[in-house]
C-alpha cells in the first residue's frame, strides 16, 4: 500500500511532501510541467479510509498569476465502484481503502483520475524519492578510472505508479544465456584492466585523516546547503525559509523535527539525521551532544515535569 498511497496526514502536510518533491525532480521534467500549469499530486489516506474514502492532493502552478493553486480532491469506494465524496451512499456498500480493494478497482480510478486531469507522469508517489537517489548512483562521472556500476536493488513497485509508462526489459533469454556461457566455458578475469600495485600504494600514502567536525564547522556545513536552496528555489517568495541565519545546532534538529522540510532533508543529506528525523549512527559528536540537548530541553518543557 505504501508505495501507491501515503499514510493518514493533514491536507497541509500533503502539500508540503508535494512541495519537497517537486524539488527533487529533473530540473528540465519539473519546468516542462510548471510551465504547462499540470497538476502534480499524490494519493493519502484518510480519517474515513474504512468508510472508502480516498484523497488526491494536488498543486500546480499558474504563470499567469505567478502562485499556486493547491485542491483536494475526495472518493469514495463502494461495491459499484468510486464515485463523488458528496454523492449518496449506502453505508453498508462501502469498501474499506486496502491495496486488494483498490487493486480489484484500478481500472475505475484510473478513469476517474485521467478525466480529472491526474497524469500518471505527474503521481509523486512515496517510492518516488528511492528511485531519484538509485538513478544518482546508476552513473559514475565522467573520466572515472572504474567504468564500474554497480546495479541498484529493485524496491517493491506498487500498483498504480508510473511502472506502466517504464517497462522493464525481459533479461530472462540473457540471463539464461548467461549460465550456458559459464557451464561451457568459465569466464574470463580481466587481470590486465586492473591498476597495478603502485597505484595503490600511492593512493593510500595520500591518505589524509578525515578533519574533525566541530560545531562551528557543522553549523557552516548545514547553512552552506541552506542560503544555497534558498537562493536557487524558483519559488522562494511562495515559502517560508523562516530558520534564522546563524541559528544553533540544537535549533536546527529542532526545526527539522517538526515535520519532513528542507531542513529536514539538509541534515539526512549531511549524515545526521535518518528519514524519520531521528538521530543517525555515525553522527558527528557536537551534533549527537545538540540532539540529546534537544531531547532534555523538550522533555522539560513537557506539562506535567519539572
Not at 84 to 109: C, F, Q, R
Request: hydrophobic content about 30%.
Amino acid at each position: 500500500m505504501s508505495f501507491d498511497i501515503y499514510e493518514r496526514m493533514s491536507s497541509d502536510d500533503a502539500q508540503e511532501e508535494l512541495s519537497e518533491n517537486i524539488d527533487k525532480l529533473d530540473t528540465g521534467e519539473r519546468n516542462t510541467k510548471l510551465s504547462m500549469g499540470e497538476n502534480l499530486w499524490l494519493l493519502r489516506l484518510s480519517s474515513e479510509s474504512q468508510k472508502g474514502v480516498l484523497v488526491i492532493e494536488s498543486r500546480r502552478f499558474i504563470y499567469s498569476q505567478d502562485k499556486w493553486e493547491r485542491s483536494t480532491v475526495a472518493l469514495r469506494l463502494t461495491n459499484s465502484g468510486w464515485q463523488d465524496y458528496e454523492t449518496s451512499y449506502n453505508p453498508n456498500d462501502v469498501l474499506p481503502i486496502t491495496k486488494e480493494n483498490v487493486n480489484a478497482h484500478l481500472t475505475g480510478l484510473k478513469d476517474i483520475l485521467q478525466a480529472k486531469k491526474f497524469y500518471p507522469n505527474n503521481m509523486i508517489y512515496p517510492e518516488l524519492k528511492w528511485e531519484l537517489r538509485n538513478k544518482e548512483m546508476e552513473a559514475l562521472p565522467d573520466g572515472h578510472r572504474f567504468k564500474v556500476i554497480l546495479p541498484c536493488p529493485e524496491t517493491d513497485k506498487g500498483i498504480l505508479r508510473r511502472s506502466e509508462l517504464m517497462q522493464k526489459k525481459d533479461m530472462s533469454a540473457d540471463q539464461s544465456g548467461l549460465q550456458r556461457n559459464r557451464k561451457e566455458k568459465p569466464l574470463p578475469v580481466m587481470i590486465s584492466s586492473l591498476p597495478d600495485f603502485g597505484y595503490y600504494k600511492s593512493a593510500l600514502q595520500n591518505l589524509k585523516p578525515a578533519p574533525e567536525h566541530t560545531t562551528e564547522s557543522c553549523k557552516k556545513d548545514f547553512f552552506d546547503q541552506y542560503n544555497e536552496r534558498k537562493r536557487t528555489d524558483y519559488f522562494k517568495g511562495l515559502r517560508n525559509y523562516n530558520l534564522p541565519d546563524g541559528a544553533d545546532l540544537e535549533k536546527i534538529l529542532s526545526h527539522a523535527q517538526e515535520k519532513n522540510n528542507r531542513t529536514r532533508s539538509i541534515c539526512i543529506k549531511l549524515g545526521w539525521l535518518d528519514e524519520s528525523g531521528q538521530l543517525n549512527k555515525g553522527a558527528p559528536k557536537c551534533v549527537e551532544k545538540a540532539f540529546e540537548d534537544m531531547k532534555t530541553h523538550q522533555s522539560m518543557n513537557v506539562p506535567g515535569n519539572s
